[in-house]
């Protein structure tokens, strides 16, 4: 959905199994719309940082 090769299903899919315990998340290198948690933040209304070399992308970000 978000994710480059569907990384973000794989991880819906492994929480799906072991359960949800916390909703937070770290990810880094993102894009501002691609990337590997944008599901899970949404889905789960899960809070994280994301960490990246591009200041556009994490200006993005702090608007999320």
């Known amino acids: ?6 990384e973000d299903k794989m991880i819906q899919a492994v929480f799906g199994r072991i359960g949800v315990k916390t909703r937070k998340f770290v990810e ?16 789960h209304r899960g809070s994280g940082l994301y960490m990246d070399g591009s200041e556009k992308n994490c ?6």
């Not at 959905?1 to 569907?6: D, E, L, P």
């Not at 990337?35 to 889905?43: G, K, M, P, Q, Y």
Request: a positive charge.
């Open 1 to 6: 959905m978000f994710s480059q090769n569907q």
């Open 28 to 43: 880094f290198g993102f894009g501002f719309l691609q990337n590997n948690t944008l599901r899970f933040a949404l889905r």
């Open 59 to 64: 200006s993005r970000a702090r608007l999320l």
